[in-house]
């Protein structure tokens, strides 16, 4: 495990330090965990199946399934079979452990992408390549082809003609697509679409994986409730597996998922506060010289002001502002920042205070 990179984050620890001695509080805007509450109703979901002696299933619940199917079907325009549900243990560790439950040997991702791509091909012991062009592939084979829209860290959406293409030539060569889907419900000024929508794969999900995750829509980061579906034959394989290796979603978590999963309420409300958060920083990050580029979806404005990412991160430190630097995404992200939109109301207006 030698090959690993060393942990991002930690390089922001003087910058955070710097922000924390701000007489204001700092206002931390590095990482997209959410700080609203857990609803109410998926709260009590979870104490109610507090009494869980037995072992959960891997496969999760059959409401579980349903649920997932349903949301999918009602919000996304898309049609699983329940039994093609597989729920995870909180996406990031699938992301992590896909490459090596397929045994792939390359995996490419995108340029500007969330680090755990390029971690879970190195524990797989595959080749990774960070590209945005397929042409630019060569011929040698791509086992696993990451897509990620709405993206992070630069919230931008991939419009159903792209993915198309990007199934087709997927399917020319035997690759498969997985698409991470975390952010699909948070399109501002674009309609996210699924790599499973008739639109983009014709109907069939063959050679297909889409990843979704409950930490954004519903704020149970903390509860590590995700799921993957797609193609029937690669959810089979993959279920075998994570049975084999005792993956198992604690059935509390289950319960609380199914129930999130049948409310969009909740989800609704959630939306507006990221909204109305929006309406308050973009402005704010404009009139103090930072151009926005991409951001039409998501949590997080992918933000320039033509200084290096460090010197930008610098700069926003000293007003008590913690952002992240844009090359932990990737070398092309050298001049920008990510600035995330999960913080209280009260902290985000005091960054605008700050910025002005």
Known sequence: MNNLPDFPWDRLEPYKARALAHPGGIVDLSVGTPVDPVPQIVQNALTQTADSPGYPLTHGTKALREAAAGWLRRRHGVSVDERDVLPVIGSKEFVAWLPTYLGAGRVVFPELAYPTYDVGARLAGAVATASDSTLALGPEHVDLLWVNSPGNPTGRVLPAEHLRKVVSWARERGTIVASDECYIELGWEEEPVSILH???????????????????????????????????????????????????????????????????????????????????????????????????????????????????????????????????????????????????????????????
Request: proline content about 4%; hydrophobic content about 40%; charged content about 25%.
């Open 198 to 356: 008739p639109d983009v794969c014709g109907g069939s999900h063959e050679g297909l994986l889409a990843v979704h995750s409950l930490s954004k829509r519903s704020n149970l980061a903390g509860y590590r409730a995700g799921f993957v579906t797609g193609d029937p034959v690669l959810v089979k394989r993959l279920l075998e597996i994570r049975k084999h290796a005792g993956m198992l979603m604690p059935q509390p978590v289950q319960a609380a998922m199914t129930t999130a999963l049948g409310d969009d309420a909740h989800a609704e409300r959630q939306r507006e506060l990221y909204a109305a958060r929006r309406e308050l920083l973009r402005p704010a990050l404009e009139r103090a010289g930072w151009k926005i580029d991409h951001s039409t979806a998501g949590l997080y404005f992918w933000a320039s002001n033509g200084q290096s990412a460090w010197d930008q991160v610098g700069k926003l430190s000293e007003i008590g502002i913690l952002v992240a630097p844009g090359e932990f995404y990737g070398s092309a992200g050298g001049r920008h920042i990510r600035v995330a939109l999960t913080a209280t109301d009260e902290r985000i207006g005091a960054a605008v205070r700050r910025l002005q």
